[in-house]
């Protein structure tokens, strides 16, 4: 008995972790329902990994458990869905009262509160725990979202601390340097405990819902460049790679400038104008978007993405299509309004993803209420800093703007984040125009810009939509010159009969 952890799930997340917990001192025992993959694992660890003596392979369950520690510890890095059930059913014979069980797979989080309930009742402790930042994060260091019972979550703590992303505290910036064997010491570990039962699994899901429309904004600024200005791969990557200087800077924009720099090794020309256009997707950014409807929270830019993925998807229709549904007549932007189309893109890129984050924000808003549980927004920024796919510069401003206001209704509203708004609008909405006029689709950019304008207005046509359902299904309204709560209802189309108030 002397691992001071588990881990149950060798693919490519779980090897990565394990490592991980390694390189940082505690002797890992790992498993995996194919032993041959284990047995590679250990492998390939004695040749080229320097904490090798500290990961431990097992091919049974019952040796896997007895060798560690209690309370334990087990990790499951297994396929999300029924393969987690069927871990978890698998391991319970062998588990004793105070055992701690933690899922770092993406787990659906209304599975997560299921499965704490199940387990609880068994006497099995439990966290959900959401895991960011792929292979490589995984590897030198991730961010981590858990969330359950607090005791578990305690004995967890100096592991999850330990092998999470580092970050300056103040800053935000990423502190570089892990390597096999040499993890970063000090700086501020992205984890924090999030909440009750499936919290931790909910804000890994909006983390994802986020960052499809992330994605899905860089992709449309790179489409509008190409389509509107005629610039080559390339040119391009070298715009992001100018941008991710500047507050812009973050890991997917630093991707996005290599990948359209990369030259194709098969043919000539450059990598990206090969890739099919046809995205795919797991389910994470379609959750959130539909938990977004199911809470009626307005996360329309997150819902957009996901929209963008389907019809990216439906390939050989829109080939078809192309060849039957017009647009209008292009009118490419002329040289000497190169540079400042640019600049108009960039401010589109930036006011639309501050529009997605404030969405997200606000759909965990809602979740919260609705779900009684207390997120600390600030903190959530602060663990998103660092070690997940969406980190950004930009994540440093959310974070300062949560510690001015902990009780921000809506990140639009933050001073910072106005000023960029009423900055970069003209530029935004001159793109959006500029992407309409000539037929090019940028669903993200302007669903962004809905959410904006619609934010923002004081007064919206919903007067006109509630008396539509007042007049066919007698659903009531409220009056502009009445106290909110007061509902009236109208007997459509008949004579003008004085209004009756409905409590
Ligand atoms: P996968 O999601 O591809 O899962 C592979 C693992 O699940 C293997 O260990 C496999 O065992 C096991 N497994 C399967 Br498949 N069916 C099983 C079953 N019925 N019973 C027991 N084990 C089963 O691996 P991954 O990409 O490393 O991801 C692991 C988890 O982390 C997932 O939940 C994923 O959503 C999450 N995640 C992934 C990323 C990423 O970037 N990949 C990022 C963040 C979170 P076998 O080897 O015997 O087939």
Not at 8 to 15: E, N
Not at 288 to 311: Q, W
């Amino acid at each position: 008995k002397n691992a001071d952890i588990g881990l149950v799930g060798l693919a490519v997340m779980g090897q990565n972790l394990a490592l991980n917990i390694a390189d940082h001192g505690y002797t890992i025992a790992v498993y995996n329902r194919d032993p041959k993959k284990m047995l590679n694992f250990i492998e390939e660890c004695k040749a080229k990994e320097p904490s090798h003596e500290r990961v431990v392979g097992h091919a049974d369950l019952a040796s896997f458990v007895l060798s560690i520690k209690r309370p334990r510890k087990i990790v499951l890095l297994v396929k999300a869905g029924s393969a987690t059930d069927v871990t978890i059913n698998a391991l319970l014979p062998f588990l004793e009262e105070g055992d701690i069980i933690i899922d770092g797979g993406n787990a659906l989080w209304t599975d997560t509160i299921r499965r704490e309930k199940e387990l609880t009742a068994k006497g099995i402790d439990f966290i959900g725990s959401g895991v960011s930042g792929g292979e490589i994060g995984a590897r030198f260091g991730p961010s981590l979202m858990p969330s359950g019972n607090r005791k578990a979550w305690a004995s967890l703590e100096p592991i999850w601390r330990d092998i999470a992303a580092k970050v300056d505290p103040d800053t935000g910036a990423p502190i570089e340097g892990a390597a096999p064997g040499k993890p970063v010491e000090g700086g501020f570990a992205c984890t924090e405990y999030i909440g009750p039962d499936g919290s931790g699994h909910y804000v890994k899901m909006v983390h994802n819902g986020i960052e499809y429309i992330d994605m899905q904004l860089i992709c449309e600024a790179y489409w509008l460049m190409k389509n509107l200005l005629g610039m080559a791969a390339d040119e391009i990557g070298k715009v992001f790679a100018e941008w991710n200087k500047g507050e812009l800077s973050s890991y997917l924009i630093e991707i996005t400038a290599d990948i359209l720099q990369q030259k194709d090794p098969v043919s000539p020309g450059f990598l990206v104008d090969k890739v099919m256009d046809a995205a795919g997707q797991k389910g994470t950014g379609q959750w959130t978007a539909a938990n977004a409807l199911e809470l009626g929270a307005p996360a329309n830019a997150i819902a957009a993405a996901v929209y963008a993925r389907a019809l990216s998807s439906v390939k050989e229709e829109r080939v078809e299509a192309s060849k039957i549904l017009k647009g209008p007549v292009s009118k490419p932007v002329s040289d000497k309004d190169k540079a400042a189309t640019i600049e108009a893109i960039k401010s589109a890129l930036y006011c639309s993803k501050i529009c997605a984050y404030a969405q997200g924000f606000q759909l965990m808003d809602k979740a919260q209420v609705a779900y009684n549980w207390k997120l600390n927004f600030g903190e959530i920024a602060q663990i998103w800093r660092g070690g997940c796919i969406i980190r950004a510069r930009f994540l440093q401003k959310i974070t300062d703007a949560y510690a001015r206001n902990s009780r921000l209704k809506n990140l639009m509203l933050d001073p910072y984040f106005t000023t960029e708004l009423n900055d970069g609008q003209a530029g935004w909405r001159h793109v959006i125009a500029l992407a309409v006029s000539n037929g090019i689709p940028a669903q993200g950019f302007a669903a962004a810009l809905a959410y904006y304008d619609g934010y923002r207005s004081a007064v919206l046509p919903a007067n006109l939509l509630q008396a539509q359902r007042d007049y066919f299904g007698a659903h009531t309204y409220e009056r502009v010159d009445q106290p909110r709560g007061q509902f009236f209802h109208l007997d459509w189309p008949e004579k003008n009969r004085p209004q009756l108030a409905i409590e």
